[in-house]
């Protein structure tokens, strides 16, 4: 590599640290700033989008109704016929049988 490239391949190399560098300044000063002013007016904390889970303005007529949950009963697992042996499968089992033996 000559050297004028390599030159301006480090120019760029630091260019670019440098930039992140100073970008990074101004990103970590504006978290800084819009984060006080989340906590000031209350949007930092963890509910503050979630919506009741009662409605306070409407009354039902009707009453609440509760559901009462019927124990769960695991499925019995389902015996399936067992596969059919392979014909060709036994061929090699009994090769492997005969080169044990001789072994």
């Not at 391949?9 to 990103?27: C, P, S, T």
């Not at 989340?38 to 007529?61: D, H, M, Q, V």
């Amino acid at each position: 590599m000559s050297g004028l490239t390599q030159t301006i391949r480090n120019v760029f190399i630091r260019l670019e640290g440098f930039l992140y560098q100073f970008f990074g300044f101004f990103k970590n000063i504006f978290s800084l700033i819009f984060g006080f002013l989340a906590r000031i007016f209350g949007y930092s904390k963890p509910g503050y989008f979630l919506e009741n889970n009662e409605a306070t303005s409407i009354k039902s007529s009707e009453t609440k109704q509760v559901t009462k949950s019927e124990p769960q009963t695991a499925p019995e697992p389902s015996m399936t016929a067992r596969r059919r042996p392979d014909p060709k499968m036994d061929y090699f089992r009994k090769m492997a049988q005969e080169v044990n033996k001789t072994s």
